[in-house]
């Protein structure tokens, strides 16, 4: 009987504990200027919003591009170290994407 009743308010603490702690995941993350940040690739981003853009990394030297992930990205020399958001911009410039991280 004791046992039971230990458990019923270990449970009664958790459920207080987990419902006070609910509200900080409900933030809205935001940028600089406090504008409201979208989380994600959304394609119904309303204006205001930012998508969220991976960035590559790429090497000056050998014209390739890589994810951030990738394990070239860390064998790379600061020198030659090109990071960017558009990949089109990488492409029409010469880079090749890595056939290791495939980015």
Do not use: Q
């Not at 449970?11 to 509200?23: D, E, K, M, R, V």
């Amino acid at each position: 009987m004791r046992k039971i009743s230990v458990l019923c308010i270990f449970a009664a603490i958790l459920i207080l504990l987990c419902g006070c702690a609910g509200g900080i995941w409900d933030e809205t993350l935001t940028d600089a200027e406090n504008n409201p940040v979208s989380v994600g690739n959304s394609d119904d981003n309303s204006e205001g919003e930012a998508a969220f853009n991976p960035l590559y990394f790429a090497n000056r030297k050998s014209k390739t591009f890589h994810k951030s992930t990738c394990p070239a990205v860390k064998e790379m020399k600061d020198s030659n170290l090109y990071i960017t958001e558009y990949r089109d911009e990488l492409i029409n410039e010469g880079y090749e994407p890595c056939s290791v991280c495939n980015p």
